[in-house]
């Protein structure tokens, strides 16, 4: 048997959080991380099980766990709920990785559909009616671009509202016929956020008109978000026919798209969105959710 085998439930953990400390994801993931390990280390350690290993936890005890955390009032909500269970999954995907265990027994263990709305998604059709609404409006009397420049850019790249509303035009790159978006973050902690997203020809014409129309230096965008986003649903969304229109609906919009299209690995998509893993993990089982009700 080797030595990580032998490992108790509170040695793995140690380890694990030395692992996390290399990575480069934020203090509050990493924290939100250990600190639901050792919640469910100290349920599985207690009494006769002082020294439970790794090895002896299976999808059940999980499931008792969890279960036993809803009826708590000291566990908070629903969210927090299936926050832990995505830490236990986080967790154990690591141990099994690094040699601790053999089989995943998070693996086996569902999150449930109820602990969080569906996220809210564009149809197809529904995102060509916003475009062809946005399109309109860029070519009114007003020439109101910046609705079909930031849907544009939100459908073709899922990138945040923050990273579009920082964007400048120095961030928007052209090499050999191609054309992408850098996402850059000043902190230090963030910058694991950093990528370059490819954009469509139809957005990169779309930018370029934007650029024309309202200067090529500094921020792309010269309005705040709330003057953006009330453009968006008070002016695109009415005359598109949907009830409301914002950048986190857009952003899913996006990802549904991606992940239903399966051109990118799983690792490939917690790049392309900027996440942590507990963020992916997040996003990866809501898609999940999404595509079993489409």
Known sequence: MSGFARATLDEAIEAF??????????????????????????????????????????????????????????????????RRLTSLKVLFRWLRDSGYITVDPAEGVAYRPFVDPLPEYLSDAQAEMVIRSARALADSEKLELRPLTAIRLVLDTGMKKSECLNLDVGDIKREK??????IRYDKPHLRFKERDLAVSTACLATLDEHITRYGGQGRVFDCTGRNLEYLLTGRVAPAAGVPALTFEMMR????????????????????????SPLGWTEMAAKLARVMAYV
């Open 17 to 82: 959080e030395r692992s996390l400390a290399r990575r480069p994801i934020s203090d509050n993931t990493r924290k939100a991380f250990i600190g639901d390990a050792r919640i469910f280390a100290r349920e599985m350690q207690g009494g006769r099980e002082a020294r439970v290993a790794p090895t002896a936890i299976t999808a059940e005890r999980i499931k008792r766990f969890l279960a036993e955390q809803e009826r708590s009032t000291r566990a908070g909500s629903p969210k927090s709920i299936e």
């Open 177 to 182: 016929g191609a054309a992408f978006i850098r």
């Open 252 to 275: 899913w919009t996006c990802a549904l798209r991606l992940y239903r299209s399966r051109e990118l690995s799983e690792e490939q998509l917690q790049a392309h969105f900027g996440l």
